[in-house]
Nanobody, 123 residues
Framework: QVRLVESGGGLVQAGGSLRLSCAASGRTISRDFMGWFRQAPGKEREFVAG????????FYADSVKGRFTISRDNTKNTVYLQMNSLKPEDTAVYYC????????????????WGQGTQVTVSA
C-alpha cells in the first residue's frame, strides 16, 4: 500500500512559481509511473504531467508544456512539480498519482492517489 501526500500549494500572483511535492510512504515508488493531475472548479480532473520510473519518457499536457516540470528524488521517495510562469487558469487542486504498470492519463485508473493541494493564481 502506498500513501501519497501533496504539499506546496498556495496563493501566487500570475507569472510566479510554485513547487509542489508528492511524498510517498509505505514502500518505494522508484519503479512507479507517477502523474500529476488537477481539477479546477466546475471542470473535470485533467492530466498535467507524468513520467516513467526510468525517466525515459515524460509527458505534459499542452497547456503546461514549457512551464511545468515533473521530477523525482528517489532518495526522498518524492515526486515534484515545478510550476513556472503561472497563469490564473492554472488555479486548481493538484493531485499526484502512482501506478505500477504505466502512465495513466485517467486519474482514477491509477493504483494510488493523494488528497490534493490547492493552487490559486491571482491575476
Amino acid at each position: 500500500q502506498v500513501r501519497l501526500v501533496e504539499s506546496g500549494g498556495g496563493l501566487v500572483q500570475a507569472g510566479g512559481s510554485l513547487r509542489l511535492s508528492c511524498a510517498a510512504s509505505g514502500r518505494t515508488i522508484s519503479r512507479d509511473f507517477m502523474g500529476w493531475f488537477r481539477q479546477a472548479p466546475g471542470k473535470e480532473r485533467e492530466f498535467v504531467a507524468g513520467d516513467t520510473w526510468s525517466g525515459g519518457n515524460i509527458f505534459y499536457a499542452d497547456s503546461v508544456k514549457g512551464r511545468f516540470t515533473i521530477s523525482r528524488d528517489n532518495t526522498k521517495n518524492t515526486v515534484y512539480l515545478q510550476m513556472n510562469s503561472l497563469k490564473p487558469e492554472d488555479t486548481a487542486v493538484y493531485y499526484c498519482a502512482a501506478d505500477r504498470s504505466q502512465i495513466r492519463r485517467n486519474f482514477y485508473f491509477n493504483d494510488y492517489w493523494g488528497q490534493g493541494t490547492q493552487v490559486t493564481v491571482s491575476a
